[in-house]
């Protein structure tokens, strides 16, 4: 048997921020990732993500460049060499936090790990033992029980594909489903998306209209109100059965991008008694304890905002608390910024206009600005700038800011630290204006809009 202060269960963004943070409080610490380090963030997610985004986002500025007046025709990406240098990018970002783990004396377990007692753990082979143990074990996407299903892939293939597909289909219509959307018509693909409700579900709805006609206007099709029942493959390529009756197709990629489910299967959680939610989540109270003492979780397995900065946030102040004398540390979830990577992108911050009006009623009143961004009203390409404020009372205090255009994923953190102070509409009008910006449109909003 092995003991340690703290076992961390899950080598992704919150377990290694649980695990780093602790150690440098001074205490022991073990790390069980069976898989690489990073997890879902560094390995399937935000960064490569992210870095395809970099990519259509060039795709689109030549374009923009030739309406400009420059001579040279748009290119096409060379994928596999982008795939090179993107995944070369993960494997440093990789090989720096193996470097951490050693720096810090962290005994990192190259094993799945499964509970035989509250403080007891099984890795492989090995036995360990401590007072502390933390499940951050993350999520994956989910499957959908239809015939057909394995034909498609989800995110987690997604970056693996060696080509880009001619023509794609997406199904979902939340974060993934818009991020690969875009990234995928940008490369010059054909993309058609299937969503049974509304896009972006929870996101204020007129901000998520907004973004739907502006990826419309991109050539991105967007079928709402459609499930897809089967998928069939036939030469080589893949026809859908629809609910409404139609068989869309055909298409060389379907990706399912349909949410994702806790990781707790390979717990054995079921042996502490470890009480999970309805949605298959680990329950937590606010300082991240579950029932059961001693076990705590961080991170997507609660599913309390799958974010990487929630995750990280989470772990830290929970080492905090049980290594670094801050016995009251604790994660504030209110105002917690987000961009969704679609094209445009589009940012968030505290309530959506509907769930300010169910909290506020009548006190709450907004203020809206639209417009064409500057680089591309000179290109003549049409794409609309949305800025949304949600404010109540009578000092106007901010409540929620929402926007999507080019350039909001960049804009959107400095106003988040406004509104964390507590910033009202009055605060923005005393904020002298940078000029000629997109941004400079959020201090210069003029009357409440009516109604
Ligand atoms: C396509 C995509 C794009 C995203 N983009 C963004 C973005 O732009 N911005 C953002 O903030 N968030 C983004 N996210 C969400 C973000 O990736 C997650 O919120 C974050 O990774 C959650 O961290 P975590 O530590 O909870 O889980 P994970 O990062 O998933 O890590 C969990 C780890 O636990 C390991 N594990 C599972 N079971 C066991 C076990 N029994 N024993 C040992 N180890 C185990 C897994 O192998 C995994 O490595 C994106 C997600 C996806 C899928
Ligand atoms: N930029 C970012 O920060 C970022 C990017 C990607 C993912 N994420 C995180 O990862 C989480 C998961 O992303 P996601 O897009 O998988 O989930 P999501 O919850 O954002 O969207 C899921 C979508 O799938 C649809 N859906 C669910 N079940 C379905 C079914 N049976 N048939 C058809 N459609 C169905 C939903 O209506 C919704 O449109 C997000 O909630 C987010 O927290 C964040």
Redesign the pocket.
């Known amino acids: 048997m092995e003991t340690f202060d703290l076992i961390v269960i899950g080598g992704g963004s919150g377990g290694l921020a649980a695990a780093i943070r602790a150690a440098k409080h001074g205490a022991r610490v073990a790390l069980l990732e069976p898989k690489e380090l990073g997890g879902t963030c560094v390995n399937v997610?935000?960064v490569p993500?992210k870095a395809m985004w970099y990519a259509a986002q060039m795709a689109e500025a030549q374009y923009i460049a030739v309406d400009y007046g420059f001579h040279d025709t748009p290119g096409s990406l060379d994928w596999p060499r982008f795939i090179e240098r993107r995944d070369e990018y993960v494997e440093r970002i990789r090989g720096k936090y193996a470097q951490t783990l050693d720096g810090l004396h962290i005994t990192h377990i190259r094993e799945t790990g499964r509970f035989l007692a509250p403080d007891r753990i099984q890795a492989g082979s090995r036995e360990l033992t401590a007072p502390h143990v933390v499940i951050a074990t993350g999520?994956s996407?989910?499957r959908?029980d239809k015939p057909g299903f394995e034909r498609g892939i989800t995110?987690d293939d997604f970056f693996a594909l060696r080509a880009c597909p001619r023509r794609a289909a997406i199904?979902?219509?939340?974060?993934?489903?818009?991020?690969l959307a875009g990234v995928l018509r940008a490369l010059g693909c054909d993309v058609d998306m299937?969503?049974?409700?509304r896009?972006?579900?929870?996101f204020d709805e007129e901000m998520a209209f907004g973004l739907g006609e502006e990826m419309r206007k991109h050539g991105i099709n967007i079928n709402y109100g459609c499930?897809?029942e089967a998928v069939h493959e036939k030469d080589g390529v893949l026809l859908l059965d629809c609910d409404r009756g139609d068989h869309p197709g055909p298409y060389d990629v379907l990706v399912w991008?349909?949410?994702?489910s806790s990781n707790t299967a390979s717990l054995d959680i079921g042996r502490i008694g470890l009480r999970t939610g309805e949605y298959g989540h680990v329950e937590i109270d606010d300082y991240q304890n579950t029932n059961v003492p001693g076990v705590y979780a961080v991170g997507?397995v609660t599913q309390r905002?799958?974010?990487?900065p929630v995750a990280v946030a989470a772990g830290r102040k929970l080492a905090d608390r049980l290594f670094g004398g801050k016995p009251e540390a604790k994660l504030d979830y209110q105002n917690i910024p987000?961009?969704?990577?679609s094209h445009p992108p589009l940012g968030t911050i505290g309530m959506s206009e509907q769930q300010a009006r169910e909290a506020y009623g009548a006190e709450v009143h907004l203020y809206k600005q639209s417009f064409i961004p500057m680089q591309l009203a000179l290109a003549h390409r049409p794409m609309t700038t949305l800025f949304k404020l949600i404010c109540v009372g009578d000092d106007s205090r901010i409540v929620g800011m929402q926007m999507f255009g080019p350039g909001v994923d960049e804009i959107l953190q400095g106003f988040a630290v406004a509104i964390k102070m507590g910033a009202t509409k009055g605060d923005l009008d005393a904020t002298l204006a940078v000029h000629p910006t997109a941004a400079e449109e959020m201090v210069l909003m003029g009357d409440r809009v009516p109604g």
């Open positions: 997610g935000c993500k999520s996407p989910n959908l995110s199904v979902g219509g939340g974060y993934i489903a818009v991020e299937f969503v049974r409700g896009l972006m579900g929870g499930q897809i991008a349909v949410g994702r997507d905002m799958q974010l990487t987000s961009v969704v990577f």
